[in-house]
């Protein structure tokens, strides 16, 4: 049995970040990852051939002197050749039945190329990008202002996003669009806090990036790093129980039945699996138990991987693909049967994609609820009625991307698929959700669950907690972190690297 | 707080009934001079105080009121504060 100052359950990006920060910080710190390979859901993969990531597409805020790439720098896993600047003069295309938007890089570019499609609406335009950057300086963790005006950014997650673009604009064109991120979180528009929106879209807008070798290149700076820190990362180590003993979890077992014990526990588990662990709850109150048995999932993700010829794609664009410009529709949610209302692509950023060959992954909403008769069957041992099913899928994800692109389908050379019984099996997410809990305007800020928690020394991190996305999920560590070593000199620092940046 | 108007009695008896049974706070100990932490609540009971008062009333707290709170009669002002702002 082996002591140290964190044990960090998950080796995601917020448990890597968190095991990078505090070992940055001279604490003794170990991962603990129930997977063969570190990641979560930042893991990358090979199939016939060529290389997909499952989470890790495009990252933003990656410009010198922005948030991520401060963070990641000052982690010391910031690496250049590890990114890839998506094209400034659209890195997002959204298509719609009524037309095409490209969205460049930069609120001012962006504004003057949404002015150009809505020009009756430039000033809604204008104060729409304008709230969104004031709206971020408010978050702490992002704009790294250890004096950020809390108030603001609590009330800017109260806000939902309708009830901010609704008097903005009345046409519901430039209201789709709008809400068209919604889509990367998959939470509706009414539900999303504008606060968490306003950071998805000031990032993106500001520094646009894929991974040039995919998101597992990430993963191994960050173990290399905590490695040279003194730190470990352990795979296969899937904890089973967290021991709790008066205020404290006193040890954390695995299932190989290995104890570890350690000042702190940082668990970066979906809340229900977190509490779920424990071995005796009685210090969590029926009230926050109840709350954390009805937190609703942020949905499934059904994702086909397929390698084409003869598509004219730019690898460093991604595509929506939205079956309709109805703000109402196209976060209704759909049955197996019907066209889907949104499809996102997202092309290999590796060096395998030249000429007319292309790699990219797409991605549609499919909740758990379909797939649930099939949980009890192994990985790669699932029925054939399973595979027909998801045979169909494909099928009507094509048929929503051929809509824009067509002849699709007949330039697919191969392609394999994956659903939320996938994620659950390498990821084990609740109802295999690809963003965790549904982060709406009563699943965040001060409603939240952690970082804190009623055992003492046990803290939560994690896109369940803050934000989802790698940004979110990475940034979610700092407040977590914070409450070990302290957030104020580490913001400072943040800062200040920032602005040499 | 002197100055503020007296708070409903149907919501002090529903807050009331939330801390016996979603904190199991014996009833007697249930005055409005009763410190919160006296009461064994702290920040993170807070927090699912302002979750229930929210969901129950379908009314908005400012989260960051929740700091400030000290006593059980501070948090039947916040409740009847927001429902009233509600209005
Ligand atoms: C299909 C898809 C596409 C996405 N695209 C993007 C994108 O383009 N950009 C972006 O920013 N974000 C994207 N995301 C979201 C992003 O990947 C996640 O928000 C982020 O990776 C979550 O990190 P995390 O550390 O919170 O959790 P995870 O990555 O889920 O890490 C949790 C870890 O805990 C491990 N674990 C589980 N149970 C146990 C246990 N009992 N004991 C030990 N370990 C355990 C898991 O194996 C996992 O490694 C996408 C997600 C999905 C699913």
């Given at each position: 049995?082996?002591?140290?100052?964190?044990?960090?359950?998950?080796?995601?990006?917020?448990?890597?970040?968190?095991?990078?920060?505090?070992?940055?910080?001279?604490?003794?710190?170990?991962?603990?990852?129930?997977?063969?390979?570190?990641?979560?859901?930042?893991?990358?993969?090979?199939?016939?051939?060529?290389?997909?990531?499952?989470?890790?597409?495009?990252?933003?805020?990656?410009?010198?002197?922005?948030?991520?790439?401060?963070?990641?720098?000052?982690?010391?896993?910031?690496?250049?050749?590890?990114?890839?600047?998506?094209?400034?003069?659209?890195?997002?295309?959204?298509?719609?039945?009524?037309?095409?938007?490209?969205?460049?890089?930069?609120?001012?570019?962006?504004?003057?190329?949404?002015?150009?499609?809505?020009?009756?609406?430039?000033?809604?335009?204008?104060?729409?990008?304008?709230?969104?950057?004031?709206?971020?300086?408010?978050?702490?963790?992002?704009?790294?202002?250890?004096?950020?005006?809390?108030?603001?950014?609590?009330?800017?997650?109260?806000?939902?996003?309708?009830?901010?673009?609704?008097?903005?604009?009345?046409?519901?064109?430039?209201?789709?669009?709008?809400y068209?991120?919604c889509g990367?979180?998959g939470?509706r528009p009414?539900?999303?806090?504008?606060?968490?929106?306003?950071?998805?879209?000031?990032?993106?807008?500001?520094?646009?990036?894929?991974?040039?070798?995919?998101?597992?290149?990430?993963?191994?700076?960050?173990?290399?790093?905590?490695?040279?820190?003194?730190?470990?990362?352990?795979?296969?180590?899937?904890?089973?129980?967290?021991?709790?003993?008066?205020?404290?979890?006193?040890?954390?077992?695995?299932?190989?039945?290995?104890?570890?014990?350690?000042?702190?526990?940082?668990?970066?588990?979906?809340?229900?699996?977190?509490?779920?662990?424990?071995?005796?709850?009685?210090?969590?109150?029926?009230?926050?138990?109840?709350?954390?048995?009805?937190?609703?999932?942020?949905?499934?993700?059904?994702?086909?991987?397929?390698?084409?010829?003869?598509?004219?794609?730019?690898?460093?664009?991604?595509?929506?693909?939205?079956?309709?410009?109805?703000p109402?529709e196209m976060f209704r949610e759909?049955?197996?049967?019907?066209?889907?209302a949104m499809?996102?692509?997202?092309?290999?950023?590796?060096?395998?994609?030249?000429?007319?060959?292309?790699?990219?992954?797409?991605?549609?909403a499919?909740?758990?609820?379909?797939?649930?008769?099939?949980?009890?069957?192994?990985?790669?041992?699932?029925?054939?009625?399973?595979?027909?099913?998801?045979?169909?899928?494909?099928?009507?994800?094509?048929?929503?991307?051929?809509?824009?692109?067509?002849?699709?389908?007949?330039?697919?050379?191969?392609?394999?698929?994956?659903?939320?019984?996938?994620?659950?099996?390498?990821?084990?997410?609740?109802?295999?959700?690809?963003?965790?809990?549904?982060?709406?305007?009563?699943?965040?800020?001060?409603?939240?669950?952690?970082?804190?928690?009623?055992?003492?020394?046990?803290?939560?991190?994690?896109?369940?907690?803050?934000?989802?996305?790698?940004?979110?999920?990475?940034?979610?560590?700092?407040?977590?972190?914070?409450?070990?070593?302290?957030?104020?000199?580490?913001?400072?620092?943040?800062?200040?690297?920032?602005?040499?940046? | 707080?002197?100055?503020?108007?007296?708070?409903?009695?149907?919501?002090?008896?529903?807050?009331?009934?939330?801390?016996?049974?979603?904190?199991?706070?014996?009833?007697?100990?249930?005055?409005?001079?009763?410190?919160?932490?006296?009461?064994?609540?702290?920040?993170?009971?807070?927090?699912?105080?302002?979750?229930?008062?929210?969901?129950?009333?379908?009314?908005?707290?400012?989260?960051?009121?929740?700091?400030?709170?000290?006593?059980?009669?501070?948090?039947?002002?916040?409740?009847?504060?927001?429902?009233?702002?509600?209005?």
């Amino acid at each position: 049995m082996s002591h140290h100052d964190a044990l960090i359950i998950g080796s995601g990006i917020s448990g890597l970040t968190s095991a990078a920060l505090l070992s940055k910080k001279g604490k003794s710190v170990l991962v603990l990852e129930a997977y063969s390979r570190p990641g979560g859901y930042m893991h990358s993969f090979r199939r016939f051939g060529e290389l997909f990531d499952t989470g890790a597409h495009y990252v933003g805020s990656m410009c010198p002197g922005q948030p991520f790439h401060t963070l990641l720098n000052y982690l010391g896993v910031y690496k250049p050749e590890a990114f890839v600047p998506l094209n400034p003069d659209g890195f997002d295309v959204f298509h719609f039945p009524e037309g095409t938007i490209r969205l460049p890089m930069g609120f001012d570019r962006a504004a003057q190329e949404l002015a150009s499609h809505f020009p009756s609406e430039t000033a809604a335009i204008k104060s729409y990008f304008d709230l969104i950057q004031k709206t971020v300086a408010h978050f702490p963790t992002y704009s790294f202002d250890g004096d950020a005006d809390m108030t603001r950014s609590l009330e800017a997650l109260q806000t939902p996003l309708t009830q901010v673009v609704e008097p903005l604009t009345q046409n519901p064109r430039l209201q789709a669009l709008f809400y068209a991120y919604c889509g990367l979180h998959g939470v509706r528009p009414e539900d999303t806090p504008f606060g968490l929106h306003a950071i998805v879209v000031d990032s993106l807008i500001r520094g646009p990036m894929g991974f040039s070798k995919g998101g597992d290149d990430l993963t191994k700076t960050f173990v290399e790093r905590i490695e040279a820190q003194g730190g470990r990362v352990l795979m296969n180590r899937k904890v089973v129980s967290l021991v709790v003993n008066g205020d404290n979890v006193s040890e954390v077992v695995t299932e190989k039945g290995e104890r570890f014990t350690a000042d702190w526990v940082i668990s970066s588990l979906h809340p229900k699996t977190t509490f779920g662990l424990l071995t005796d709850d009685s210090r969590l109150t029926g009230l926050f138990k109840d709350r954390v048995r009805q937190l609703p999932e942020s949905g499934g993700m059904y994702a086909v991987y397929a390698r084409a010829q003869g598509l004219d794609w730019d690898p460093l664009q991604n595509h929506y693909f939205f079956d309709t410009s109805d703000p109402k529709e196209m976060f209704r949610e759909r049955g197996p049967d019907e066209i889907p209302a949104m499809v996102f692509a997202s092309l290999s950023r590796t060096s395998s994609n030249e000429g007319g060959k292309k790699v990219f992954s797409l991605h549609s909403a499919s909740p758990y609820k379909w797939f649930e008769r099939w949980k009890d069957t192994k990985y790669g041992k699932r029925p054939d009625d399973y595979k027909a099913f998801k045979d169909k899928l494909t099928a009507r994800v094509f048929a929503a991307v051929e809509r824009y692109e067509p002849g699709l389908a007949a330039k697919i050379e191969s392609q394999v698929s994956s659903s939320p019984l996938s994620n659950l099996h390498f990821n084990g997410s609740i109802e295999g959700s690809g963003y965790g809990l549904y982060h709406s305007i009563q699943n965040t800020g001060a409603r939240a669950i952690g970082p804190r928690t009623k055992i003492l020394n046990l803290l939560v991190t994690g896109q369940n907690y803050l934000f989802p996305g790698l940004l979110g999920a990475s940034i979610s560590s700092l407040r977590t972190c914070g409450h070990i070593i302290g957030i104020k000199p580490v913001l400072e620092e943040l800062k200040e690297l920032g602005e040499r940046s | 707080m002197l100055n503020q108007d007296p708070v409903d009695p149907s919501l002090i008896q529903q807050i009331n009934d939330l801390m016996a049974s979603g904190f199991e706070i014996p009833p007697e100990k249930l005055v409005p001079s009763a410190a919160l932490k006296e009461l064994g609540l702290d920040s993170l009971d807070a927090v699912d105080m302002l979750v229930y008062i929210e969901d129950k009333f379908g009314i908005k707290v400012e989260g960051e009121k929740l700091t400030s709170l000290r006593t059980l009669q501070d948090v039947y002002n916040l409740a009847a504060e927001a429902v009233s702002k509600s209005k």
